[in-house]
């Protein structure tokens, strides 16, 4: 069973370009969270959702960002304009969504690197 | 806004010695769950705790929640140079409408000397 797993691995973009973030969350896992991790800190929350629905975005930036989960194919993360504070590893998890606290299962991240 | 703090935020030991983090929330939590990250890797789930008071083993790390449920601590006996790494707590995020949503702790660095 494979696990989360997340494309690229490792993305560079230059200031003012976009970056999309791709995350396929495990099979059966119908719930995906992305965090974003600076240097030596911790998990930032950034936005949770279910297929076609958006559940919390409370922890996302209002302007540039943007995430979906369609009902096929994987989540996005999506920066626009990327500016070099976006500079960071941006994991993505996934839950089967049976209870209500289930533990999370995290994907390998993209480490996003803006010149 | 809730917040989950951990303490110390690094700690250096001689493989052998034993460990302890500690995590304590501005707020109480229906339970709390434990991360590791290996150096470079990503978070990895190692247990959680519901129940006040509970305390859960696994092998040589032992979990304790608090009576309040307001702290929990994570103690290695005994560490070897595998358990290099950060430990994080991440408890349900006060308020808000979702289920699942965790605030993390900023976690504790470990660095296992040989």
């Known amino acids: 069973n494979a696990g989360v797993m997340q494309n690229p691995r490792h993305l560079v973009r230059r200031r003012g370009q976009e970056a999309r973030l791709r995350c396929s969350p495990m099979?059966?896992?119908?719930?995906v969270y992305w965090y974003r991790q600076l240097p030596e800190e911790g998990l930032k929350f950034m936005v949770y959702l279910q297929k076609e629905n958006i559940i919390d975005e409370s922890g996302m930036p209002k302007e540039r960002f943007s995430a979906e989960f369609p009902k096929e194919g994987p989540s996005i993360l999506r920066i626009q304009q990327v500016v070099r504070g976006d500079s960071a590893a941006y994991f993505c998890a996934s839950s089967p969504g049976q209870g209500r606290w289930d533990e999370q299962y995290f994907g390998p991240g993209t480490r996003l690197t803006v010149t | 806004g809730q917040q989950v703090m951990q303490i110390p935020q690094y700690q250096h030991v001689q493989e052998g010695e034993d460990f302890t983090t500690y995590c304590n929330s501005s707020t109480t939590l229906s339970n709390i769950q434990w991360y590791k990250q290996r150096p470079g890797g990503h978070p990895v789930f190692l247990i959680q705790l519901v129940k006040s008071g509970e305390v859960k083993k696994q092998k040589r790390l032992t979990f304790q929640f608090g009576e309040a449920k307001k702290n929990s601590s994570l103690h290695i006996t005994a560490t070897q140079t595998t358990d290099v790494g950060t430990y994080f707590c991440a408890g349900p995020s006060a308020g808000g409408t979702s289920y699942g949503k965790l605030t993390f702790g900023q976690g504790t660095i470990l660095t296992v000397h040989p």
């Open positions: 099979k059966g896992h119908s719930h």
